[in-house]
């Protein structure tokens, strides 16, 4: 059996489902178009270079929703998925995941996304094992705006990883093909683990990174 990975945001969606996700509150009033506007987007640029104080960014990109109620969250996230996620799904993206899972490899979407973002998306593409950012929750349940654990980001991606196969009593090494697909430099570790790093839909830097590593090139959207 061959592993394959896949980021999320700009690898097999047309967008980063983070960001987003911010837009989606500030439409639906939940969010001041101003001020969270401006700070959603300058956490973004964060991202694009290779700044981003993670920690940061999940208490405030949490905020917002993380006092609703549980039956309110599940319908903030369906139509988020409605509105925003299925139309941006395209096929071509779909067939990848499907190819890899037709071929037999396991699966997982790794992603440095939240999970409360980022489960129903996984499940839109008939990935189970989804490897995100978790949230620490109360005794109530309730997101407090803080990180479980190791965040799937960076070199925490590698971490995080290792701990999922660990659970299923695997190591990376059991494996003869570790596929991932990446967009993003920021997930220039866990390339450089992969077998098969494919550069998709890549950032001008990321792009430049995979032509000089002779590594494979993947442009899924126009």
Known sequence: MNLCLFDLDHTLLPLDSDHEFGEFLIRVGLADPVDYRSRNDG????????????EEYIDFTTSVWRTLSVSDQRDLQQRFMDEVIEPAIQPQALQLVQDHRDRGDQIAIVTATNEFVTRPIAEAFGVADLIAVKLVRDAQGQV???IDGVPSFREGKITRVEQWLAE???TLTDFERVSFYSDSPNDLPLLEQATDPVATNPSPALEAQAKARGWRLLYLFP
């Open 43 to 54: 956490f973004y640029r964060q991202y694009c270079e290779g700044t981003l104080v993670l």
């Open 168 to 170: 299923r009593g695997q």
């Open 144 to 146: 407090t705006g803080q």
